[in-house]
């Protein structure tokens, strides 16, 4: 089952920049849950990386692992009767 959340909004330049700023900061430092298990009767310590991202007025919590898939696509569109239309589509993805 998939459960989506999206929030669509119009920012200020200024307003965007801080929440990509933090956004790359739940992935450089990562919330982080520690789990405990045993390996071949040893015992360890393991650390699963939780990150929060803020979805309109929702937060989600994700675990995203250390290689994350990046897909950056950008258009260009120009129209004489609907102007010009510039858009950056970023997507992040993973199995956590």
Do not use: C
């Amino acid at each position: 089952m998939a459960q989506r959340t999206t929030a669509d909004e119009t920012l200020p330049r200024q307003e965007l920049s801080a929440y990509l700023r933090d956004l790359a900061t739940e992935f450089e430092q990562g919330g982080g849950t520690t789990i405990q298990g045993e390996e071949q009767g040893e015992e360890t310590v393991q650390r699963e990386e939780t990150i929060t991202v803020p979805v309109g007025n929702k937060d989600v919590s994700l675990h995203p692992p250390q290689n994350v898939d990046v897909s950056v696509e950008v258009v260009e569109r120009s129209s004489m009767l609907r102007g010009d239309r510039e858009t950056i589509d970023i997507e992040l993805s993973w199995k956590p």
